[in-house]
């Protein structure tokens, strides 16, 4: 499926409309509309609520030998039911991570800072964006697959296409929370100097903590057993032997050459890792852990020639 492509496409579109709107400044009109060279943004937003999100699959899956039907499917992200839980309606709730007192949010108290300025880069000028993130608190409810509804037929009430009344949600994921700390990227738009779209340049402070995250499996479920779960109630990853978390990433929009019609790239060089991995239950979440797990000092690497293994690694994403 072309799950991510679309999203980046999604991204790339909204990125692409605020440059054309900006690129007609230079820094000399930012001036003159704010009485400064640039522009700062505050975003000053203290939580966001997503009642469901649906990432469609138009043409499905062609192989029948698969279960493939072709018909389009959708993945959705929605409340998980639960009479009371802050996510029973909600599929999605981000907000600022106000753990340890307010350790985690910037010194502004914005959800995010934004410092924009141009530059004529000797004729080959270029947008800067440079963006501080708060830390975050992130709650994300059921995850699952359904059939894509109908497209909005002309005279429709509204853009909503949803997923089909008579099909069924098969949970993948029962639902996750993320908690960060605070982190910023440099993004450029034209020239890129930099040399990427996108670069992470880091240190997220406390690291990165994922708690209660359930995948399901639908296959074993009957009329009188619940669908199987491994539950994990925590994964906690920073830098080798520390607390906090390295973020060194170059994101680049490769565009089409000959029979290639392009792919994103990312480019992650932010050394070796630490994992601990809390209360692994397997069958349910109600079973017994199995323990805990640990991960020490895991480093990756990609090869850039044969027999040459550089610290890292290269993820690219396309559609098929």
Not at 261 to 286: F, Q, W
Request: no cysteine.
């Amino acid at each position: 499926m072309k799950i991510i492509t679309k999203l980046a496409l999604v991204s790339s579109m909204a990125i692409s409309a605020n440059a054309m709107a900006m690129q007609a400044m230079d820094d000399a009109s930012l001036s003159a509309a704010t009485g400064q060279d640039g522009i700062n943004i505050g975003i000053g937003i203290s939580k966001i609520e997503i009642g469901k999100v649906f990432v469609h699959d138009n043409d499905g899956l062609a192989t029948t030998s698969l279960g493939g039907t072709s018909t389009a499917g959708a993945i959705v992200i929605q409340g998980n039911g639960i009479a009371g839980d802050t996510l029973e309606n909600h599929g999605i709730i981000i907000g600022a991570n106000y753990d340890n007192a307010g350790a985690y949010l910037l010194p502004s108290r914005n959800l995010a800072d934004l410092q924009i300025d141009t530059d004529a880069n000797g004729g080959n000028a270029f947008i800067n964006i440079a963006a501080q993130v708060s830390g975050l608190d992130i709650k994300i409810g059921q995850i699952g697959v359904v059939a894509s509804g109908d497209l909005p037929a002309a005279g429709a009430t509204s853009i909503r296409r949803g997923g089909s009344s008579t099909s069924t949600v098969n949970p993948i994921l029962s639902g996750l929370s993320l908690k960060t700390g605070p982190m910023s990227a440099n993004i450029q738009l034209g020239a890129a100097p930099q040399g990427a779209m996108i670069q992470l340049s880091a240190t997220m402070v406390g690291g990165l903590e994922i708690k209660n995250l359930g995948i399901l499996d639908n296959s074993t479920k009957t009329a009188t057993r619940a669908a199987g779960e491994i539950f994990v109630e925590s994964i906690k990853v920073a830098d080798a032997n520390s607390l906090d978390l390295t973020l060194n990433q170059k994101i680049s929009v490769i565009g089409e050459e000959g029979a290639n019609k392009g792919y994103i790239r990312m480019i992650s060089t932010s050394g070796a890792h630490d994992t601990y991995v809390k209360g692994v239950h397997l069958g349910s979440r109600n079973a017994a852990s199995i323990g805990d797990v640990e991960v020490q000092g895991m480093q990756t690497y990609f090869s850039p020639a044969a027999g040459v293994y550089m610290p890292g690694a290269v993820i690219t994403i396309s559609g098929h």
